[in-house]
């Protein structure tokens, strides 16, 4: 089994990115010919040319140019695709062509955003496993998994900066900002096509702990409600269960019990956007700590301390996840232990039920 290790992001650097191949005079065109291209390495002034290496093998084309040109709007980028200015192999292709291994790309100019990876913040992270293909870090509470609504930098372009920017690195999914716990990573584009496939058909098996408030009655529940996204009057994005929404499981079983709180394993069945907070909320148990769906009295009472111990978090916690290795195909463990603010809460309740 694969626990978690004293290793970290920052002594666990990885080689810097590939140089590119020589430039045209600055009259001509820019022709790279480099497997893994990065932003810099498009021009603003001058078409660029782009080999397809093997983390690009198979990918839609559309998918390869947004990786590429991040900051650039995607509706510019499906613009040039359709106007023909995008060419594979000298050829118009649509947005949806597969890219295959040694294809020529031809980018026309194209100003991007000014992105130096060095900007974001370096983080240390325990490595829960490493290879070339994975990578699986304990994610903090409080750390956003991507930047973006407001965050600047979230932990995939930290990771970024703390790395050097390597060639490959994406989320294979995510959690909220206030989740912690488990959190795996593709390290080619093969792992995170294999990942995305296993999440799709539901054969990672992910497992939560959430301390929430009241008296949970069953020892295993299966919870079948949909989930419907919304958009809030002040413009906030949020989740609700509706008949019209997607199909959302989960699977809670009873872990301990105390007078006021009850710790539950969550065992995700669908992976849907706050999916275990609001079939929680829903039925009436909220988890401790959360600042949308939760009870907001029970979280001030929790954050002053006033059950033994103070728990300023979301009580959430990706506690395990199982699953096959994305290349080998090796199953494989991973486990996040309970973060020590979360072991402090449930250490002060037992104390509480002896008195």
């Known amino acids: 089994m694969h626990s978690g290790s004293k290793a970290s992001l920052a002594r666990s650097q990885t080689g810097g990115a590939r140089r590119p191949g020589k430039t045209a005079d600055a009259e001509r065109e820019i022709a790279p010919k480099i497997a893994a291209p990065r932003p810099s390495e498009i021009s603003a002034e001058h078409a660029s040319y782009v080999t397809v290496g093997p983390d690009a093998d198979g990918q839609r084309l559309d998918n390869f140019l947004l990786r590429l040109a991040r900051g650039v709007p995607k509706e510019h980028v499906y613009r040039i695709v359709r106007r023909g200015e995008v060419r594979v192999n000298k050829g118009r292709a649509g947005a949806d062509r597969k890219l295959a291994l040694g294809d020529e790309i031809r980018i026309p100019p194209l100003r991007l955003a000014e992105r130096d990876p060095t900007i974001a913040p370096r983080v240390e992270l325990p490595v829960l496993f490493e290879d070339e293909h994975l990578l699986v870090v304990d994610k903090p509470a409080g750390l956003a998994a991507h930047g973006g609504s407001g965050v600047a930098h979230g932990l995939i372009e930290r990771i970024r900066a703390t790395r050097g920017a390597p060639a490959f690195l994406e989320l294979a999914h995510r ?22 496939a296993q999440l799709r058909v539901g054969s990672v098996q992910k497992r939560y702990l959430a301390l929430v408030g009241g008296h949970w009655h069953n020892d295993r529940q299966h919870v079948k409600l949909p989930l419907a996204k919304f958009v809030t009057g002040g413009g906030e994005r949020r ?37 275990i907070r609001v079939h ?75 008195t």
């Open 175 to 196: 959690l909220d900002r206030e989740t912690s716990g488990v959190l795996l990573l593709g390290k080619s584009r093969r792992a995170l096509v294999a990942l995305h």
């Open 239 to 275: 989740v609700a269960v509706a008949d019209e929404g997607m199909t959302a499981h989960t699977i809670f079983n009873l872990r301990q019990r105390w007078r006021d709180f009850s710790l539950l394993e969550a065992e995700l069945k669908t992976g849907r956007t706050h999916q």
């Open 280 to 354: 929680l909320a829903h039925l009436g148990y909220p988890i401790a700590g959360d600042d949308k769906y939760g009870d907001f009295e029970l979280n001030r009472r929790v954050a002053r301390g006033e059950f033994g111990a103070r728990c300023a978090r979301m009580f959430l916690h990706a506690v395990a996840v199982r699953l096959a290795h994305p290349v080998s195909g090796e199953m494989l463990d991973f486990q996040a232990p309970l973060p020590r603010e979360c072991v402090a809460m449930l250490q002060a309740l037992d104390r509480a039920a002896k």
